[in-house]
């Protein structure tokens, strides 16, 4: 192995385990384990044991990066850690008022598709990343300050959930694109 | 091996070799050979002083076959014997190429790959890709003087993985070591920010004669990572010399042209093009088979105009690359052109116009993707310096995903997701005793497996006769940095391992390839034993140096036992360098890596723990 594949994700990249993280201490630290790991840095030797660690590594090395650099997966990351599988998350049954708030956005997105409205989806994506900014902090609050998995688990499950219909509005876009 | 790589803060590696290194564009219409040379890097030459060889193959009735500017002439006098712009049929079927119709090519009706029937054949794009890379090793070896110890192939971003294992194909046919397929797009950023030492968020807008591709990249402190790639493999300076072919034909009312006029007409249309970037208006001017006469007059304005859409077609891929980076058009902070076709002023315009910025022309267009790939080459083949350490990271353009019920294709791997990724993902039986299980690969974004392209099937066999549900299949995607897919599954409760390495629906097989090998003359001539005795040594030779510094550097990490075995075993690879055993000087290389393994790992250990204290350290 060329990096301990036991390490947790964190620890990997020698940061804390938590949530709130800061996105250019991360970066380096990517780039630093990937200037040792990467196949570029090996292609020069010969095919062997050494060569195949490092790829090992690289590939760790990645998934941990993509792992922890988003919010969404860094938090369902931190529940997994913490023994909170994706099954238990989805198995946490809404809160009606995020239940109503689901279906506000839904009839929204449904209305600009049909009528091809471009802008009212752009503004739909802007609000969305406004919600999503309020979400995170939320989650940063739920699992670092008052350590209360429950409702991180909640909240992951919105964020899911508004994660979704971004993705939903972005591909509706990508068409317009063209 | 790991071992090499790692050189102690102020002890310097043991100065070795200057490798024999080439990057090579195989462009659409263009290639070119580039190096590092005293660590400069710099495009090699014809005996005339030319860097450019247009991507031309011409097959010469009763064998033999001339390229690049020889090939040019035979365009109008031979056209179906003369292919150019073969890339655009890299890894593609009949129905995928476009404009088909205005090709003077014969096609052959077979499954995968088109083919061309030529005076000397049929003949796959592999093998005529293969022609010009052979032509370019040669003005290489004979630049540099000597056997070229591996490569760097450039290939468009927005490839798929067919048209990469087809360029890869070509590369191998052509007796060509291939360290890396390195995307034109990133090649382009290396040569531009290692030049100008660039930080920050920059786009490389790369329009070339085939094909179009669009990266966002971040450039800090010497690691060059891509955010996001778009593109349109059938998207280039061809498809604007098709819209002035149609609107000839139409202004001079020309019945369908031969295969001869019909080349006439688009090398007109190309040099009409070409013109009117620096002229405001051109003679479109040309005599046919026919003895038709084509006398018009073409306007700025009317190419503007006729070319209207392809130019708002190369923004699409802007817009949506932006997208995905979760980027605006504001936060980039310079917009570098690559590719001839750039240099269409209402292109330069419209993207100065979306950026809100002039776009950076200062860099030779047609230069600047061979010379970043030499430099990756040179970095590759482990030429580089100590103080020398830039890093790329790229990423794969396309999703990955496999077939499920109801023709869908589930993600398996997002695209633009960094290299190399790997992707575990476990399936089971759905009958009583069932042993066999298809899977269907496929690329691409839409989410009917129709719209995707299909890239292989495969099945596993042998799983174990259990009931409906019990079995465990764990499939491994994993995806190199060349952006290549291979694919392994296991049987998890009994360990039923089969490995597969992904052939596309559109490529060769490996018998193929080895049929090319054969039949192609060149190699038959070559000392193919002699070859791989010579590869052997060298490898041989690396590990031997390896093992050295590593043993210089760090020998306390080994036990007596260990020590004497790999000393045995170095003892014994040094006496089989100088023999001509190839098998068994491949054994002892074998042999010798696996022993010291566990070396390189605790070593590798090591060394990141004080790579990353010291990025500690760093930020305190
Ligand atoms: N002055 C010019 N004005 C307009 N177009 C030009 C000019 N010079 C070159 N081109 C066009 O650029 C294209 C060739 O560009 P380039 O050599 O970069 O492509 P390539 O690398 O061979 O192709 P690709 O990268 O798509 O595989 C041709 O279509 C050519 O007509
Ligand atoms: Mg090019």
Same mark, same amino acid.
């Given at each position: 192995?060329?990096?301990? +594949?036991?390490?947790?994700?964190?620890?990997?990249?020698?940061?804390?385990?938590?949530?709130?993280?800061?996105?250019?201490?991360?970066?380096?630290?990517?780039?630093?384990?990937?200037?040792?790991?990467?196949?570029?840095?090996?292609?020069?030797?010969?095919?062997?044991?050494?060569?195949?660690?490092?790829?090992?590594?690289?590939?760790?090395?990645?998934?941990?990066?993509?792992?922890?650099?988003?919010?969404?997966?860094?938090?369902?990351?931190?529940?997994?850690?913490?023994?909170?599988?994706?099954?238990?998350?989805?198995?946490?049954?809404?809160?009606?008022?995020?239940?109503?708030?689901? +279906?506000?956005?839904?009839?929204?997105?449904?209305?600009?598709?049909?009528?091809?409205?471009?802008?009212? +989806?752009?503004?739909?994506?802007?609000?969305?990343?406004?919600?999503?900014?309020?979400?995170?902090?939320?989650?940063?609050?739920?699992?670092?300050?008052?350590?209360?998995?429950?409702?991180?688990?909640?909240?992951?499950?919105?964020?899911?959930? +508004?994660?979704?219909?971004?993705?939903?509005?972005?591909?509706?876009?990508?068409?317009?694109?063209? | 091996?790991?071992?090499?790589?790692?050189?102690?803060?102020?002890?310097?590696?043991?100065?070795?070799?200057?490798?024999?290194?080439?990057?090579?564009?195989?462009?659409?219409?263009?290639?070119?050979?580039?190096?590092?040379?005293?660590?400069?890097?710099?495009?090699?030459?014809?005996?005339?002083?030319?860097?450019?060889? /247009?991507?031309?193959?011409?097959?010469?009735?009763? $064998?033999?076959?001339?390229?690049?500017?020889?090939?040019?002439?035979?365009?109008?006098?031979?056209?179906?014997?003369?292919?150019?712009?073969?890339?655009?049929?890299?890894?593609?079927?009949?129905?995928?190429?476009?404009?088909?119709?205005?090709?003077?090519?014969?096609?052959?009706?077979?499954?995968?790959? *088109?083919?061309?029937?030529?005076?000397?054949?049929?003949?796959?794009?592999?093998?005529?890709?293969?022609?010009?890379?052979?032509?370019?090793?040669?003005?290489?070896?004979?630049?540099?003087?000597?056997?070229?110890?591996?490569?760097?192939?450039?290939? /468009?971003?927005?490839?798929?993985?067919?048209?990469?294992?087809?360029?890869?194909?070509?590369?191998?046919?052509?007796?060509?070591?291939?360290?890396?397929?390195?995307?034109?797009?990133?090649?382009?950023?290396?040569?531009?920010?290692?030049?100008?030492?660039?930080?920050?968020?920059?786009?490389?807008?790369?329009?070339?004669?085939?094909?179009?591709?669009?990266?966002?990249?971040?450039?800090?402190? $010497?690691?060059?990572?891509?955010?996001?790639?778009?593109?349109?493999? @059938?998207?280039?300076?061809?498809?604007?010399?098709?819209?002035?072919?149609?609107? @000839?034909?139409?202004?001079?009312?020309?019945?369908?042209?031969?295969?001869?006029?019909?080349?006439?007409?688009?090398?007109?249309?190309?040099?009409?093009?070409?013109?009117?970037?620096?002229?405001?208006?051109?003679?479109?001017?040309?005599?046919?088979?026919?003895?038709?006469?084509?006398?018009?007059?073409?306007?700025?304005?009317?190419?503007?105009?006729?070319?209207?859409?392809?130019?708002?077609?190369?923004?699409?891929?802007?817009?949506?690359?932006?997208?995905?980076? &979760?980027?605006? /058009?504001?936060?980039?902070? &310079?917009?570098?052109?690559?590719?001839?076709?750039?240099?269409?002023?209402?292109?330069?315009?419209?993207?100065?116009?979306?950026?809100?910025?002039?776009?950076?022309?200062?860099?030779?267009?047609?230069?600047?993707?061979?010379?970043?790939?030499?430099?990756?080459?040179?970095?590759?083949?482990?030429?580089?310096?100590?103080?020398?350490?830039?890093?790329?990271?790229?990423?794969?353009?396309?999703?990955?995903?496999?077939?499920?019920?109801?023709?869908?294709?589930?993600?398996?791997? @997002?695209?633009?997701?960094?290299?190399?990724?790997?992707?575990?993902?476990?399936?089971?039986?759905?009958?009583?005793?069932?042993?066999?299980?298809?899977?269907?690969?496929?690329?691409?974004?839409?989410?009917?497996?129709?719209?995707?392209?299909?890239?292989?099937?495969?099945?596993?066999?042998?799983?174990?006769?259990?009931?409906?549900?019990?079995?465990?299949?764990?499939?491994?995607?994993?995806?190199?940095?060349? $952006?290549?897919?291979?694919?392994?599954?296991?049987? %998890?409760?009994? &360990?039923?391992?089969?490995?597969?390495?992904?052939? /596309?629906?559109?490529?060769?097989?490996?018998?193929?390839?080895?049929?090319?090998?054969?039949?192609?003359?060149?190699?038959?001539?070559?000392?193919?034993?002699?070859?791989?005795?010579?590869?052997?040594? *060298?490898?041989?030779?690396?590990?031997?140096?390896?093992?050295?510094?590593?043993?210089?550097?760090?020998?306390?990490?080994?036990?007596? %036992?260990?020590?004497?075995?790999?000393?045995?075993?170095?003892?014994?690879?040094?006496?089989?360098?100088?023999?001509?055993?190839?098998?068994?000087?491949?054994?002892?290389?074998?042999?010798?890596?696996?022993?010291?393994?566990?070396? %390189?790992?605790?070593?590798?250990?090591?060394?990141?723990?004080?790579?990353?204290?010291?990025?500690?350290?760093?930020?305190?």
């Amino acid at each position: 192995m060329s990096v301990d +594949l036991s390490l947790d994700y964190f620890a990997l990249f020698g940061l804390p385990c938590r949530f709130r993280l800061d996105e250019a201490t991360l970066d380096h630290a990517w780039h630093t384990l990937q200037t040792e790991v990467h196949p570029d840095r090996h292609a020069h030797l010969p095919d062997g044991s050494d060569r195949r660690n490092a790829m090992a590594g690289a590939l760790r090395v990645n998934e941990a990066y993509t792992a922890l650099k988003k919010p969404l997966t860094r938090a369902q990351y931190l529940l997994e850690l913490a023994g909170m599988g994706s099954d238990v998350i989805n198995a946490n049954v809404m809160a009606p008022e995020y239940l109503f708030e689901q +279906l506000q956005w839904r009839e929204a997105v449904e209305e600009a598709r049909g009528t091809n409205d471009i802008d009212a +989806l752009e503004q739909l994506a802007l609000r969305l990343q406004i919600q999503k900014g309020g979400v995170v902090e939320q989650l940063a609050v739920q699992l670092d300050d008052q350590r209360d998995l429950d409702a991180a688990a909640d909240t992951v499950r919105r964020m899911m959930f +508004l994660d979704k219909l971004r993705q939903d509005i972005d591909n509706v876009l990508a068409a317009f694109d063209g | 091996m790991a071992l090499l790589q790692i050189a102690e803060p102020g002890q310097s590696a043991a100065p070795h070799k200057h490798r024999l290194a080439v990057g090579i564009d195989l462009g659409t219409t263009n290639s070119l050979v580039a190096t590092v040379r005293n660590g400069i890097a710099v495009c090699l030459t014809d005996e005339q002083g030319r860097a450019i060889m /247009p991507s031309i193959v011409h097959y010469r009735d009763g $064998g033999g076959i001339e390229l690049g500017f020889d090939a040019m002439s035979t365009r109008v006098s031979d056209p179906r014997n003369t292919i150019v712009s073969v890339k655009r049929f890299m890894g593609r079927g009949i129905k995928d190429v476009t404009h088909i119709e205005a090709m003077p090519y014969v096609f052959e009706e077979t499954p995968g790959m *088109v083919r061309l029937r030529t005076v000397q054949g049929s003949k796959s794009p592999v093998e005529i890709s293969a022609e010009l890379l052979r032509a370019l090793r040669k003005r290489a070896e004979a630049s540099l003087g000597g056997e070229l110890t591996g490569v760097v192939v450039t290939v /468009p971003a927005y490839f798929d993985d067919a048209q990469r294992q087809a360029t890869r194909d070509a590369a191998r046919l052509a007796g060509l070591h291939v360290l890396r397929l390195l995307n034109e797009p990133t090649a382009a950023a290396v040569a531009y920010g290692l030049d100008n030492a660039s930080e920050g968020v920059y786009a490389v807008f790369d329009l070339g004669g085939g094909t179009f591709d669009l990266s966002i990249l971040k450039l800090t402190r $010497g690691v060059f990572e891509v955010l996001a790639t778009n593109g349109d493999t @059938a998207l280039g300076g061809d498809d604007f010399d098709h819209r002035l072919y149609c609107w @000839a034909l139409d202004h001079a009312r020309i019945d369908p042209p031969s295969a001869e006029d019909a080349r006439r007409l688009l090398m007109a249309a190309r040099a009409v093009k070409e013109l009117l970037t620096v002229c405001e208006e051109a003679p479109f001017r040309l005599r046919l088979d026919s003895g038709e006469e084509v006398d018009l007059t073409v306007t700025r304005a009317d190419f503007f105009e006729m070319t209207r859409a392809l130019v708002q077609k190369t923004l699409a891929p802007v817009k949506r690359a932006l997208r995905d980076a &979760g980027l605006s /058009p504001r936060d980039v902070k &310079g917009v570098v052109m690559v590719g001839g076709a750039t240099r269409m002023p209402h292109i330069q315009r419209a993207v100065a116009e979306y950026f809100g910025q002039e776009p950076l022309t200062n860099l030779d267009p047609d230069r600047v993707v061979a010379l970043g790939a030499a430099m990756q080459a040179n970095a590759l083949a482990g030429n580089r310096r100590e103080d020398d350490s830039w890093l790329l990271l790229d990423v794969i353009p396309l999703s990955l995903g496999l077939e499920t019920m109801g023709g869908l294709s589930e993600k398996v791997i @997002a695209r633009n997701a960094t290299l190399p990724v790997a992707r575990a993902q476990e399936f089971t039986t759905f009958k009583d005793g069932q042993t066999a299980m298809s899977f269907h690969i496929v690329q691409g974004e839409r989410e009917l497996v129709a719209d995707c392209r299909s890239l292989a099937r495969f099945e596993l066999r042998g799983i174990p006769p259990m009931a409906a549900g019990a079995a465990r299949i764990r499939v491994t995607f994993q995806v190199d940095a060349d $952006g290549l897919l291979s694919v392994s599954a296991l049987e %998890a409760s009994t &360990g039923v391992e089969a490995s597969i390495h992904v052939k /596309p629906s559109y490529g060769l097989t490996d018998d193929e390839i080895a049929g090319m090998l054969r039949s192609s003359l060149e190699h038959a001539s070559d000392d193919l034993t002699a070859r791989a005795l010579r590869e052997k040594q *060298v490898e041989a030779e690396r590990l031997l140096e390896a093992c050295a510094q590593a043993l210089a550097a760090d020998s306390e990490l080994l036990d007596e %036992a260990e020590r004497t075995t790999i000393d045995a075993l170095i003892a014994r690879l040094r006496q089989l360098v100088t023999g001509h055993d190839a098998n068994a000087l491949s054994d002892a290389i074998a042999a010798l890596s696996r022993a010291t393994e566990d070396f %390189a790992t605790r070593r590798m250990n090591r060394s990141l723990s004080k790579a990353l204290t010291g990025h500690n350290i760093d930020e305190l």
